[in-house]
């Protein structure tokens, strides 16, 4: 059974900067996808970003496309993202997911496990 810990958020100013982990164990094979969703108050979850475990590949959303990095410690099996330049936008609930699949999309229905999220606040 995959499982999914995310941890990193926290509260920071506008422009500031934070890293969120996801520790990720039981895949069975490398054919897999970890991305990174998130929720704010009242609107619904989006995709923020994927990597793909076959090929190291990446994409990000147009909203945060030069601000977020996201990518992997093999060696630790956990997905970072590193967020710079962050915006009272950003301020949501992160959530990391996956699909064992190879595939790059931010389709929420595309990934099957979902870690239990970590709060992102922005805000002077």
């Known amino acids: 059974q995959v499982q999914l810990v995310e941890s990193g958020g926290g509260l920071v100013q506008p422009g500031g900067s934070l890293r969120l982990s996801c520790a990720a164990s039981?895949?069975?094979?490398?054919?897999?996808?970890i991305a990174w969703f998130r929720q704010a108050p009242g609107k619904e979850r989006e995709g923020v970003s994927c990597?793909?475990?076959?090929?190291?590949?990446?994409y990000y959303s147009d909203s945060v496309r030069g601000r977020f990095t996201i990518s992997k410690d093999n060696a630790q099996n956990t997905v970072y993202l590193q967020m710079n330049s962050l915006r009272p936008e950003d301020t949501a609930v992160y959530y990391c997911?996956?699909?064992?699949?190879?595939?790059?999309?931010?389709?929420?229905?595309?990934?099957?496990?979902w870690g239990q999220g970590t709060q992102v606040t922005v805000s002077s």
């Open positions: 997911a996956a699909v064992e699949l190879p595939l790059i999309s931010l389709q929420r229905s595309r990934y099957d496990y």
């Open positions: 039981g895949f069975t094979s490398r054919y897999y996808t």
């Open positions: 990597f793909a475990n076959t090929d190291g590949s990446t």
